[in-house]
């Protein structure tokens, strides 16, 4: 099982869609004025250019020590077009036209998208600090042109924008019904409009005959069977055809790995869900992994994998079925629930095996409603 989940989170299923890296556009304005009052608080800035450090605010003064582009210094004071920077306990004076203003900082999480260098500037040229992988957490810290500040595994540096997928999370969300489930939108007012909708349709159809067991599955279970010689003349029939994908649906439940009453309770739900994504139909997309919300599935009308999974994972709360979904937040993910035999994913047991795989590869998207990984 854990080479199939490996294979699942690394390339995709069938059905899923495989996303592509978007270019970055800039939205930090990078100009800086030069002040003529002294500063006595100490702010961040980062070297625009390699530039030398001097003992006072002249470049005939004596030569302190060299900065590559891209190092984060210290602003103690300006004057006039002159900047006091402090890098690693040594002082000195640099031009201010050589610096700017620091990246904006954040703590939101977010996945690599490639292996890849983890690089000390943003450029290839700069230092090889270490090996992202991909699928590796990241925390993004900032943004100069197309490429991001992050923290992967306790180490800071850059990455090329196109290899940092969006946010996995969000801190707008206050207010949630079922633990930190966000169902992946990025505002209270997505989640509330994905929440009303989802129960409104919930409350109203759920439990209607049309998503009980269809006859074929009664048929089985009373010992029907249908043929799979390609010869006989029935087999392409939609009788037979009805009858093996029952017998098929069933598999798991003869074995003994679910009991009728799991097998029963996951058709109902699946078909509600089914019923859910005619009824508010989405295109589904390529190439855009901002597209992993319920939101945009329901209201923007796009959707793929991780969005389809967020939908899922709403429609699994409100049935009373905890749930988490896995995936790397750009070419797949699958959620898995728990009910009396454990976890599964569509009618298939987890081993203890496959759960120490998952939770050792952290490629969590959502995780329980108590915002933890999933115990076996």
């Known amino acids: 099982m854990r080479h199939l989940i490996k294979a699942s989170i690394s390339f995709g299923l069938i059905g899923c869609l495989v996303l592509s890296p978007n270019g970055f556009v800039p939205s930090l304005d990078l100009t800086v004025q030069a002040k003529s009052s002294s500063v006595t608080a100490t702010t961040e800035r980062v070297t625009t250019e390699y530039t030398k450090v001097y003992a006072s605010r002249s470049k005939q003064a004596k030569l302190v020590f060299p900065l590559t582009f891209g190092t984060t210094v210290y602003q103690n004071a300006t004057s006039g077009s002159w900047t006091k920077i402090t890098y690693k306990g040594r002082t000195g004076w640099v031009p201010s036209d050589a610096l700017m203003p620091a990246v904006p900082s954040s703590t939101d999480t977010h996945l690599v998208k490639q292996t890849t260098s983890l690089f000390s ?119 037979n055809a009805g009858l093996l994908s029952a017998e098929m649906s069933l598999e798991h439940v003869f074995r003994g790995d679910i009991s009728f009453k799991t097998y029963e309770k996951m058709n109902r739900v699946h078909r509600f869900y089914i019923h859910l994504s005619s009824k508010y139909e989405a295109d589904a997309v390529v190439g855009d992994d901002r597209v992993k919300s319920a939101y945009d599935d329901l209201f923007r009308r796009k959707t793929d994998c991780d969005a389809g999974a967020q939908v899922k994972s709403l429609v699994y709360d409100l049935a009373g079925i905890d749930n988490a979904i896995i995936g790397d937040g750009v070419t797949h993910a699958v959620i898995l629930y728990q009910v009396e035999e454990g976890w599964i994913e569509l009618d298939t047991p987890y081993t203890k095996q496959d759960i120490d795989f998952i939770n050792a590869s952290n490629v969590y998207l959502s995780y329980t409603q108590r915002g933890e990984t999933i115990a076996y």
């Open 121 to 239: 500037t943003w450029s290839t040229k700069g230092k090889q600090i270490t090996m992202v992988r991909f699928g590796d957490r990241a925390v993004k810290t900032g943004e100069y042109g197309k490429w991001s500040r992050v923290r992967v595994g306790g180490k800071t540096g850059w990455l090329p924008s196109k290899y940092v997928s969006t946010p996995l999370s969000n801190k707008q969300i206050s207010r949630t019904v079922y633990g930190s489930h966000t169902y992946g939108v990025d505002t209270q007012a997505e989640y509330d409009a994905v929440y009303k909708r989802v129960k409104a349709e919930f409350d109203a159809k759920y439990d209607s005959p049309e998503f009980g067991l269809d006859e074929y599955v009664y048929r089985v279970l009373d010992g029907e069977r249908g043929t799979k010689d390609r010869n006989d003349p029935s087999f392409r029939s939609r009788d």
